[in-house]
Protein backbone atom coordinates (compact mmCIF):
# COMPACT_ATOMS: atom_id res chain seq x y z
CA UNK A 1 0.00 0.00 0.00
CA UNK A 2 2.49 2.39 1.23
CA UNK A 3 4.54 1.96 -2.27
CA UNK A 4 1.64 2.03 -3.84
CA UNK A 5 0.83 5.39 -2.99
CA UNK A 6 4.57 6.41 -3.51
CA UNK A 7 4.27 5.22 -7.29
CA UNK A 8 1.08 7.68 -7.58
CA UNK A 9 3.30 10.36 -6.17
CA UNK A 10 5.82 9.69 -8.44
CA UNK A 11 3.02 10.00 -11.62
CA UNK A 12 1.93 13.33 -10.31
CA UNK A 13 5.68 14.51 -9.73
CA UNK A 14 5.19 15.06 -6.02
CA UNK A 15 8.26 14.13 -3.66
CA UNK A 16 6.84 11.78 -0.78
CA UNK A 17 9.10 13.95 1.68
CA UNK A 18 7.98 16.81 0.76
CA UNK A 19 4.57 18.37 3.62
CA UNK A 20 2.18 17.85 0.50
CA UNK A 21 3.16 14.33 0.05
CA UNK A 22 3.67 13.65 3.79
CA UNK A 23 -0.18 14.65 4.48
CA UNK A 24 -1.60 12.85 0.66
CA UNK A 25 0.39 9.73 2.47
CA UNK A 26 -1.27 9.90 5.79
CA UNK A 27 -4.74 10.84 3.85
CA UNK A 28 -4.45 7.94 2.09
CA UNK A 29 -3.56 5.58 5.18
CA UNK A 30 -6.90 7.16 6.85
CA UNK A 31 -8.81 6.09 3.85
CA UNK A 32 -7.16 2.75 4.05
CA UNK A 33 -8.01 2.49 7.46
CA UNK A 34 -11.96 3.24 6.66
CA UNK A 35 -12.14 0.47 4.18
CA UNK A 36 -10.55 -1.77 6.85
CA UNK A 37 -13.38 -0.39 9.40
CA UNK A 38 -16.41 -1.31 6.86
CA UNK A 39 -15.11 -4.21 6.19
CA UNK A 40 -15.35 -5.27 9.88
CA UNK A 41 -18.31 -3.85 10.58
CA UNK A 42 -19.62 -6.01 7.34
CA UNK A 43 -18.26 -9.06 8.85
CA UNK A 44 -19.68 -7.86 12.32
CA UNK A 45 -23.06 -7.69 11.25
CA UNK A 46 -23.01 -10.75 9.70
CA UNK A 47 -22.07 -12.46 12.61
CA UNK A 48 -24.84 -10.88 14.44
CA UNK A 49 -27.62 -11.75 12.25
CA UNK A 50 -25.95 -15.66 12.88
CA UNK A 51 -26.15 -15.47 16.51
CA UNK A 52 -29.32 -14.14 16.42
CA UNK A 53 -30.39 -17.16 14.26
CA UNK A 54 -28.54 -19.09 16.76
CA UNK A 55 -30.04 -17.34 19.56
CA UNK A 56 -33.74 -17.66 18.33
CA UNK A 57 -33.02 -21.42 17.39
CA UNK A 58 -31.75 -22.41 20.91
CA UNK A 59 -35.20 -20.46 22.50
CA UNK A 60 -37.13 -22.25 20.41
CA UNK A 61 -35.87 -25.94 21.46
CA UNK A 62 -35.62 -25.21 24.94
CA UNK A 63 -39.46 -23.76 24.98
CA UNK A 64 -40.34 -26.99 22.99
CA UNK A 65 -38.52 -28.93 25.78
CA UNK A 66 -40.00 -27.68 28.12
CA UNK A 67 -43.90 -27.30 27.18
CA UNK A 68 -42.92 -31.24 26.00
CA UNK A 69 -41.73 -31.97 30.09
CA UNK A 70 -44.62 -29.80 31.45
CA UNK A 71 -47.12 -32.47 29.21
CA UNK A 72 -45.55 -35.24 30.12
CA UNK A 73 -46.32 -34.57 34.16
Same mark, same amino acid.
Do not use: P
Given at each position: ? =?? +?? $?? !?? !????? &???? &??? *??? #? $???? =? @?? !???????? /? =? *??? $? #? *????? +?????? &? #?? /?? @??????????
Amino acid at each position: M =VS +DI $KS !RL !RELKI &ESDS &ELG *KHL #T $KLDS =V @YS !RIEDIQEQ /I =V *KLE $K #T *KAQLL +DDADMM &E #TI /IM @YKFNKGEREQ
